[in-house]
């Protein structure tokens, strides 16, 4: 049973940088795309960036291209997203998900088959 475990949160001033990660257990990543989505309060979750399985294709949300920058180190399992030039509206909890299917990756949470439980990012000052 894959597993998928975030780390990186915590608190930020605005203009700040953060890095998250996302390590992968029970299996490797090669077949899957991978995804991070993000939910603030009162607010739908949303995807923000995602890889292909082949580590060639990304896709990012309008509202984090040019700040956020999604990576993978297939070899270690990990997923990574670096965030720069955070502004208070990218507080929320951030997931990483992962689902086993080749081509383009989508930012559909419903193509998602697997979760992690989340890391917090605040962005104040």
């Known amino acids: 049973q894959l597993q998928l475990v975030e780390s990186g949160g915590g608190l930020v001033q605005p203009g700040g940088s953060l890095r998250l990660s996302c390590a992968a257990s029970?299996?490797?990543?090669?077949?899957?795309?991978t995804g991070w989505f993000r939910q603030a309060p009162g607010k739908e979750r949303e995807g923000v960036s995602c890889?292909?399985?082949?580590?060639?294709?990304?896709n990012y949300a309008n509202s984090v291209k040019g700040r956020f920058t999604i990576s993978r180190d297939t070899a270690r399992g990990t997923m990574y997203l670096q965030m720069n030039s955070l502004k208070p509206e990218d507080t929320a909890v951030y997931y990483c998900?992962?689902?086993?299917?080749?081509?383009?990756?989508?930012?559909?949470?419903?193509?998602?088959?697997?979760w992690g439980q989340g890391t917090q990012v605040t962005v104040s000052s």
């Open positions: 029970g299996s490797t990543l090669d077949d899957y795309a």
């Open positions: 998900a992962t689902y086993r299917m080749g081509g383009a990756c989508r930012l559909a949470e419903e193509w998602y088959d697997y």
């Open positions: 890889i292909s399985s082949s580590g060639m294709t990304t």
